[in-house]
């Protein structure tokens, strides 16, 4: 058996990563050691059959032992040990849940019902850096797959509302904290408080100073954060730009038609889950029952939802969602606005087909070849 180390695991995408894992008994199919950055020498068990001794993270002889590593312990420790290992002549494949190198000519973003056959060529090639890609990303490619398929998007602007698990495990704790404040700030109300003075006090507790808001920086419970990831100098933020740039990267992989994707990407006070209403130029005029047809046939994790009142307010929301493969897909109509504009909403667990689900999948690719 191949020899896999996993460093990361604790987090929220290894957290997932590591429950996906033993729901497909993967762990049956590779020798699994597990690293930590901070608790190495301690004894977890993870495995259903044994106890296992935790590794030093940073010990890159233990490191090289392995034939496959895969992290999910960010871009700061992508940074820090996987040149030094190639230094040292490890050839073994690094798959990793973190940004830090999708735009390196030696990596491949990897979305597999997407471009399996370019990572098949890839192997073939001696590619030995895969890399899962950003959330949205991932899930847009997923929830539109069947108009890529036939090569039919112009443009699309992509407007997302994700979640505060998007953020990490902290952040989704804060959110929740947030929430206790603000239901905290009506422990005192009369029965014949007004609502005007209500929202007056929710208000008040969200802009103190005794308000948590030390990782986010700003009320998200009962509000909105217009701004994920760092500013650049064309005003895009950098969340935004991943979603033109990886977008077109795994497209131009797998010989699809490269296509501009742009937006604005907001946080919300969701939990878990990403949503995004997508603006679509086709480039041309479909029938409306044809490109419902695409859609929902494109893979088996499309749950398509027909565009009516009822159904979709109880399948499009990420409460509907969260924990589940399936990525829905709705408010499919032809707008008003132009010719060949398409709308579409989609919602789908971020920690899943948005992180954990890739690099898993491409972990399974690598166990069962000949490496």
């Avoid at 001794?53 to 233990?62: K, P, R, V």
């Avoid at 700061?76 to 735009?103: C, Q």
């Avoid at 933020?237 to 937006?263: P, Y």
């Avoid at 589940?324 to 408010?331: A, F, M, T, Y």
Wanted: glycine share 8%; proline share 3%.
């Amino acid at each position: 058996m191949l020899k896999v180390g996993i460093i990361g695991w604790r987090g929220m995408v290894g957290s997932v990563l590591i429950q996906r894992m033993h729901e497909e008994n993967d762990f049956e199919s590779i020798d699994a050691h597990f690293f930590s950055t901070s608790q190495s020498g301690g004894k977890v068990r993870i495995l259903k059959s044994q106890e296992s001794t935790l590794l030093d993270a940073f010990d890159a002889d233990e490191l090289i032992k392995m034939d496959i590593l895969l992290s999910c312990q960010g871009g700061d420790y992508t940074k820090k040990m996987l040149h030094p290992l190639r230094e040292k002549n490890w050839s073994g494949h690094w798959v990793d849940a973190a940004s830090t190198l999708r735009m390196n000519s030696d990596a491949m973003i990897v979305l597999d019902p997407i471009n399996k056959e370019a990572i098949d060529k890839a192997i073939e090639k001696g590619n030995k850096n895969w890399v899962g890609g950003n959330c949205t990303v991932s899930l847009m490619l997923l929830a539109i797959h069947g108009l890529i398929k036939k090569d039919l998007v112009e443009w699309v602007s992509s407007m997302t509302y994700q979640a505060a698990s998007g953020a990490g495990a902290q952040n989704m704790k804060e959110l929740l904290i947030q929430m206790g404040e603000l239901s905290g700030s009506l422990d005192n109300i009369k029965p014949d408080s007004s609502i005007l003075d209500l929202d007056k006090d929710v208000q008040l507790m969200m802009n103190s100073e005794r308000f948590t808001k030390k990782l986010f920086n700003a009320p998200l419970a009962g509000s909105l954060i217009p701004w994920i990831d760092e500013e650049l100098e064309n005003g895009q933020s950098r969340e935004e730009w991943k979603g033109g740039v990886e977008t077109n990267k795994i497209l131009k992989s797998n010989g699809h038609k490269a296509f501009n994707v742009d937006g604005l990407c907001v946080r919300i006070g969701a939990m878990r889950s990403h949503s995004q209403a997508l603006t679509i130029k086709l480039n041309k005029d479909y029938p409306i029952k044809e490109i419902e047809l695409l859609i929902a046939s494109a893979n088996p994790w499309v749950n398509f939802v027909p565009n009516n009142k009822e159904k979709s307010i109880k399948n499009l929301s990420p409460a509907a969602v969260s924990g589940k493969l399936s990525i829905s897909v709705g408010r499919v109509r032809k707008l008003n606005v132009g010719e060949n504009l398409l709308s579409v909403f989609t919602v789908g667990d971020q920690l899943l087909w948005g992180a954990a689900e890739p690099v898993r999948r491409m972990l399974n690719i690598l166990t069962n070849i000949k490496l």
